[in-house]
């Protein structure tokens, strides 16, 4: 699970790449709504599109002639897990760090 963390953390790294993901997050989009949003081409949008799926951080549908992109569930689960994890890691440490006794203390 580690390598897919860092993948979704790579893909969200790049600020167009994030600011896609974001609008995604408020509703599903088609390649041109997001263009229309972004100050960037549609051919650049379609390219941030795929290393988002390619991380697994967002799904696409064939609507008619249209790709409508939403953001991918289980993916978003797996880039908590991994979140997660640091989280678990940094709170045992503030514990044990907490409950070392101190030369005051002692």
Do not use: N
Not at 75 to 99: M, P
Request: zero cysteines.
């Amino acid at each position: 699970m580690s390598t897919y963390g860092a993948t979704g953390l790579t893909a969200l790294a790049d600020p167009t790449r994030r600011a896609i993901f974001e609008e995604l997050a408020k509703r599903p989009r088609a390649v041109g709504e997001l263009a229309s949003e972004l100050p960037v081409s549609r051919p650049a949008v379609s390219q941030h599109l795929k290393v988002l799926k390619d991380a697994r951080l967002v799904i696409d549908e064939r609507l008619g002639t249209r790709r409508v992109y939403q953001l991918d569930p289980e993916g978003l689960r797996l880039l908590r897990g991994y979140l997660d994890h640091f989280w678990d890691q940094a709170l045992a440490a503030y514990k044990t760090a907490v409950e070392q006794p101190t030369k005051e203390s002692e």
